[in-house]
């Protein structure tokens, strides 16, 4: 059963780079699969932030394409969100998940508890 | 930008059927899915590719897709359903490589 959990501090500062980790259990990150980010604003929405494969090939939401770096650690079996310059517009609970594309399909599953990152000064 | 389009809320009585649509241009071509949240917690995919239902998720939830609309039914709601809903397709590049989510719908059980 393949489970995941994001760590990384919880409070970061207006300009700063918020860095969170996404460890996975129950699976090798080298065995295939892509892995996704996605956020959720307090009382909003999800957005997406980008994806990785296992090979590090990434893709990114466009609107946050040149703020977003993600990478993977297969020896740690873990990957891991960067995302520079934060402005209190990128508070948020911060989820990884399994992202699968299959043909003609894509989809989040399972998803990690989140943790909420709040900028601040 | 691709939008999927949810309505914010969508009220039944227990043992009601609730139905929750999700709009967008491409839906003819790409498969959705469906994700339901609870307050605190996760989403989980409770529909995907249209109306294909993982395991341990109920019978009671189905999933249909007719044009540019998808369609998330829950038949006989019961209280735990109450939650907001999620529908999610590939953006409309058809590379399958972007996400888009909708707005999210927010189910009350009366």
């Known amino acids: 059963q393949v489970q995941l959990q994001e760590s990384g501090p919880g409070l970061v500062k207006p300009s700063e780079t918020l860095s969170l980790t996404c460890a996975v259990s129950g699976y090798s990150i080298s065995s295939g699969y892509y892995w996704g980010w996605i956020r959720q604003p307090p009382g909003k929405g999800l957005e997406w932030i980008g994806s990785i494969y296992h090979s590090g090939s990434t893709y990114y939401n466009p609107s946050l394409k040149s703020r977003v770096t993600i990478s993977v650690d297969t020896s740690k079996n873990q990957f891991s969100l960067k995302l520079s310059s934060v402005t209190a517009a990128d508070t948020a609970v911060y989820y990884c998940a399994r992202y699968r594309i299959e043909m003609a399909s894509n989809w989040f599953d399972p998803w990690g508890q989140g943790t909420l990152v709040t900028v601040s000064s | 930008s691709y939008e999927l389009t949810q309505p914010p809320s969508v009220s039944v009585s227990p043992g009601q059927t609730a139905r929750i649509t999700c709009s967008g241009d491409?839906?003819?071509?790409?498969?959705a899915y469906w994700y339901q949240q609870k307050p605190g917690q996760a989403p989980v995919l409770v529909i995907y590719k249209d109306s294909e239902r993982p395991s341990g998720i109920p019978e009671r939830f189905s999933g249909s897709s007719s044009g540019t609309t998808v369609t998330l039914t829950i038949s006989g709601v019961q209280a735990e359903d109450e939650a907001d809903y999620y529908c999610?397709?590939?953006?409309?590049?058809?590379?399958?490589?972007?996400?888009?989510f909708g707005g999210g719908t927010k189910l009350t059980v009366l």
């Open positions: 491409a839906l003819p071509k790409q498969y």
């Open positions: 999610q397709s590939a953006d409309s590049s058809g590379t399958y490589q972007g996400v888009v």
